[in-house]
């Protein structure tokens, strides 16, 4: 299967990295290459794009798409919170573009669509030890509630889990077709007529969980800012309201770190700014929607590294 992916909010990203031909370029969440490809035609022989994903089979992808291009490439398997380490160097610019791609969600075996039967996997790293059938098989009650409540923000949370867990007690849950229908079972009959698809919110959960998505995203900020040039910027699109909190409440907390109470005269925490936030939260173009629907619940925000602000 071809390796599909439509880049979303490429001009708008371009713009905020105010990428420098001889700079070092960072994309943590490769995929298909689309990005990396508009930074890496931005750059002369002096310049680095490193990039970076911990799906081996988009990173294949990119070696093979990006090989032509003309500055240094630098291709790194892992996750994008072990990014600033396993790159051992500093960043004039770093893209996350978080999520799944469209490839993994289209290709059936990866087991991360409600639409397709498959087994259930939602690995992004094949490699990874924890799957989708070993959550929905394996967890108890409480915590599929959970993770259906706070990752899924799913209003059945409660009833879903206890279908799946007197389901499982019969014979072991295996295919996304099998979750699917369990989780329609557990539905009131007003709740399937809905528009979004019944088991929506359930599979963003667990695929959450299974990538451990939301420590990623936490973990990459801290470790990124600190590794970032004077003047360099992290640009990040997010898909969903959890995953855009924790950037905004990082890239806020990295502008103004200070924690003294408001009533203190001066500040004695002494904790510094480490620069600004320059783009908060903003959506697609209406025509990028309409061309991509996918792209609907897209919002970008940048951060800006500066040193002694
Ligand atoms: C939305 S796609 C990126 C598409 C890409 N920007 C393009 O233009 O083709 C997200 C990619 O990030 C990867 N990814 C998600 N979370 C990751 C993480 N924590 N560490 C490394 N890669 C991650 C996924 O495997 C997927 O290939």
């Known amino acids: 299967m071809e390796f599909v992916h439509k880049s979303i909010m ?17 994309d943590g969440t490769a995929g298909g290459g689309g990005h990396s490809r508009a930074i890496g035609e931005r750059l002369s022989p002096q310049g680095t794009l490193i990039c970076n994903d911990r799906d081996p089979e988009a990173l294949a992808v990119c070696e093979e798409r990006l090989c032509s291009l003309n500055c240094h ?20 610019g770093v893209l996350l573009d978080l999520g799944v791609s469209s490839y993994q969600l289209d290709c059936a075996e990866r087991g991360f669509s409600y639409m397709q039967d498959a087994p259930l996997d939602m690995r992004m790293n094949p490699e990874d030890k924890l799957s989708a059938r070993q959550i929905v098989n394996e967890w108890s ?6 993770i259906f409540f706070e990752y899924g923000e799913e209003r059945y949370s409660r009833r879903i889990a ?8 019969k014979a072991p849950i295996e295919t996304t077709l099998q979750l699917v229908d369990i989780i329609k079972s557990a539905l009131p ?5 809905e528009k979004q698809h019944p088991a929506k919110r359930v599979f963003q959960a667990i695929r959450i969980a299974v990538n451990d998505e939301l420590e990623q995203v936490r973990l990459a900020l801290d470790s990124l800012v600190e590794n970032m040039n004077d003047g360099g910027r992290i640009a990040v699109l997010t898909f969903h309201s959890l995953e855009d909190r924790i950037v905004k409440t990082a890239f806020a907390r990295y502008e103004r770190p200070c924690t003294c109470p408001p009533e203190f005269p001066v500040c004695t925490c002494g904790k510094k700014s480490l620069g ?15 061309e991509n629907p996918r792209a609907r619940s897209t919002r970008l925000r940048v951060f800006e590294r500066r040193f002694e602000e």
């Open 276 to 290: 600004k936030v320059l783009v908060k939260g903003i959506a697609p173009s209406a025509e990028e929607i309409e």
């Open 162 to 169: 206890s279908q799946i867990v007197q389901s499982r007690g």
């Open 189 to 193: 009959k007003a709740a399937l007529k």
């Open 10 to 26: 490429v001009d708008e990203i371009l713009q905020s990295l105010n990428i420098r031909p001889d700079g070092v370029y960072a």
């Open 73 to 92: 490439l630098r291709l790194i398997r892992g996750t994008f919170s072990d990014l600033a380490e396993n790159a051992g160097q500093t960043f004039d």
């Open 141 to 146: 009650e409480a915590e599929l509630t959970r």
